[in-house]
């Protein structure tokens, strides 16, 4: 398939998945009644209308405030935050809500009063005429349309960078290296990232850093972002998500690179908030006279509306002051930018209006492995050469439509370029984070065994840990799991208990002072929300558990995507006679779950379902031989799962190890049979 092609194609799937998405949101909200969407912090209702004017952003805005919470009521969860799209709708004599066409945004929330940005007075005097008025969330199609405009701009690209790009990325041009580049020695690195470093400058056209977990992606990134400035004036960093864009902004910041933030600031991590466009913006000493200028030609206009004086100077002078206050903000807006060494955002924020017409030589994009490849294009479209760091055998980007995901829509753009150039590609091998037992398997099967652990790693003291790997085997404890919501979620409430039991055992013998001093921390990961949600109301029910709590992360795998724990233990919720899986077969999601372990992983599932699949039997295997395996008692012998026999079974946290069943570290994992399971990220 030519690029073009392939192009086009991504762009039906995108459709599709547009399409499914906001079929499920208005099918959702439908389903609604009033209360519930109030209940959930989907709207507001009733209004009271105040005031409109024009705010410091030149935005028409209509102040709205919800009846005031009672003493007591919590809060209930409101998502409306500044950007987010919004529509109007009154109560029609049937009771149904009718909504109203005028596209809105919020621009600001304090509590119980809102101010939404409209398109005009007239739009507020419509609003106005209107009683009992509510507010709610709009299907946000943003994303969705700087998508398709990025797509197009690339399919249609002609004699132009970008066309070249193209076909570099996705089609049989050559990615070039710069003839004249020298290899520079960084001693603070290990090889594999001065490898990947050094390939960065080498590169004309793309690069690619394969960072496995815990081998120091960030810091090869920042490094390579640093060099770079040596050799050029300004660089553009990007990533999927706002957390990640802050994580890459505070380690540039650490290096002392100045850095602009360009993106929405509610999203903005509070440290990074000192380098974003708006502060650095309302900071600049020409700020005071813009805002002078804008209030003048407000009340410039007012005067004309109201037809008094003279309407042609009036006239005259509105243009006048108009004209001014676009050189002023053109100016302040140039004077931020050119102050900045690093512009960073956001992949869709990379279309942002401040970005109009700014053009960088490079683009660095963080997690690009987590990106829809449409997103990335709406980076690529202001750069000549772009870098991607990721990992695809980590979580792939979300996508909803199940018809679109297995015709190839979560195919991101890294793995197309790393399949096409494999010569761009440094893979980082020297790893930071896992105890090497851990490591080994992970290594074995999703990186062509390549990875090695850093010295310091062997140096560590683990003998409060006890065994680094445990699968504790409930197929005879009773264990099973339930369908809720719409039949996809799945919740094993037996397992959840015995989970939460594990935890308490493992982290007693600590103490509740050490943990806290020594900065001793856990995890408890389930691939299913409901579970998730079933363990940390467990969790709030222990009163040892309680007195740890923020040592303690709950969450589902996707949320614990780059992070990492002294001990992680997993709850697989899978237990059913038919060994179906569901999500679980993702085996990427089981890659990032494991791999966020320091010292200890404890995997918690019924062997009967989950070995039915060749990696789960394979990991099983390499468990057990590691002496890592632990059987509880049949359920026959045990009649209250994870009651007080259960909790007897893993008292003593690490001494519970002794109980798994002897054995080595194995040197790499087996398949069903003894025979080898090959490495893949599917």
Not at 114 to 138: I, N, Y
Not at 372 to 393: M, P, Q
Not at 505 to 517: D, L, T
Not at 555 to 581: A, H, K, M, P, Y
Request: glycine fraction near 6%; include cysteine.
């Amino acid at each position: 398939m030519d690029s073009i092609a392939h192009l086009q194609r991504h762009r039906e799937l995108l459709l599709e998945e547009y399409r499914h998405e906001l079929a499920e949101n208005e099918a959702e909200m439908g389903r609604m009644s009033l209360d519930l969407r109030l209940s959930k912090g989907l709207c507001w209702y009733p209004l009271e209308l105040g005031r409109s004017f024009y705010n410091s952003l030149n935005q028409y805005v209509l102040a709205v405030s919800r009846p005031a919470r009672e003493d007591g009521e919590e809060e209930d969860g409101s998502r409306f935050e500044y950007g987010v799209p919004v529509k109007f709708f009154f109560i029609d004599k049937d009771g149904k809500s009718v909504f109203l066409s005028y596209p809105c945004t919020v621009s600001l929330v304090d509590g119980d009063t809102m101010l939404v940005a409209v398109p005009g007075e007239s739009a507020v005097s419509r609003l106005r005429a209107e009683t009992g008025l509510g507010v709610q969330l709009s299907f946000d199609e943003t994303t969705y349309r700087l998508m398709f405009a990025a797509l197009d701009r690339v399919i249609a690209a002609k004699n132009d960078r970008l066309a070249g790009l193209r076909e570099i990325l996705l089609g049989a041009a050559p990615a070039v290296k710069r003839g004249s580049a020298v290899r520079g020695s960084f001693s603070w690195l290990n090889p594999s990232q001065e490898d990947a470093v050094n390939s960065i400058l080498c590169s004309r056209d793309v690069a690619i850093v394969h960072g496995p977990p815990g081998t120091g992606k960030t810091t090869t990134l920042t490094e390579a972002v640093f060099e770079t400035l040596f050799r050029e004036n300004q660089v553009m960093v990007c990533a999927q998500s706002n957390a990640a864009v802050d994580w890459v902004c505070l380690k540039l910041i650490e290096r002392g690179i100045p850095v602009l933030r360009v993106g929405n600031p509610v999203r903005i991590d509070d440290k990074v908030m000192d380098c974003t466009f708006e502060k650095r913006f309302e900071d600049h000493p020409d700020y005071p006279l813009l805002w002078n200028v804008r209030r003048a030609a407000r009340e410039c206009s007012a005067a004309l509306r109201s037809k008094n004086g003279n309407r042609r100077a009036l006239s005259a002078r509105l243009r006048e002051l108009r004209k001014k206050a676009d050189e002023l903000e053109h100016s302040i807006t140039d004077n931020v930018f050119d102050s900045a060494r690093v512009i960073a955002c956001t992949l869709a924020g990379a279309a942002s209006k401040v970005l109009f017409n700014r053009h960088y030589s490079t683009l660095f994009i963080d997690e690009a492995a987590q990106a829809l490849e449409a997103a990335s294009w709406i980076a690529i479209n202001k750069a000549d050469r772009v870098v991607f760091a990721g990992d695809h055998c980590q979580l792939p980007p979300t996508v909803k439509c199940l018809r679109a995901l297995d015709a190839g829509l979560g195919r991101t753009l890294m793995e197309v370029v790393a399949e096409n150039k494999p010569e761009c590609v440094s893979l980082l091998t020297m790893q930071y984070r896992m105890n090497e037992t851990i490591m080994r398997f992970s290594s074995y099967f999703f990186y062509d065994n390549r990875l090695k652990a850093a010295p310091q790693i062997s140096a560590r003291d683990t003998s409060s840990f006890g065994l680094p790997m445990l699968w504790i085997d409930t197929c005879d404890c009773g264990f099973s799991e339930q369908h809720v919501s719409d039949g996809t979620g799945r919740v094993n409430r037996g397992e959840a208990r015995f989970a939460v039991s594990v935890l308490k055992n493992y982290a007693q013998p600590f103490g509740a002072e050490r943990i806290r001093s020594e900065h001793i921390d856990f995890g408890l990961i389930s691939p299913y929300k409901a579970q998730v949600s079933c363990l940390r109301g467990l969790v709030s029910r222990n009163r040892f558990l309680k007195s740890i709590r923020s040592s303690v992360s709950i969450n589902t795998v996707d949320g614990f995507q780059g992070q990492e724990r002294d001990v992680i233990i997993i709850s697989l919720v899978r237990s059913n006679r038919n060994s179906n899986i569901g999500f679980l077969h993702e085996l990427r999601r089981m890659n990032v779950a494991m791999t966020r372990a320091r010292y200890k992983l404890v995997i918690i599932g019924d062997s009967r379902t989950m070995c039915a699949h060749p990696f789960y039997k394979a990991l099983y295997n390499y468990i057990e031989k590691s002496g890592g395996l632990l059987v509880p008692a049949p359920v026959s012998d045990c009649p209250s799962p994870a009651g007080p026999a259960m909790d007897s079974f893993v008292s003593g946290g690490p001494a519970l190890d002794s109980l798994a069943s002897a054995g080595t570290a194995p040197d790499g994992p087996d398949g069903p049979n003894g025979q080898s399971v090959p490495g893949k990220c599917t």
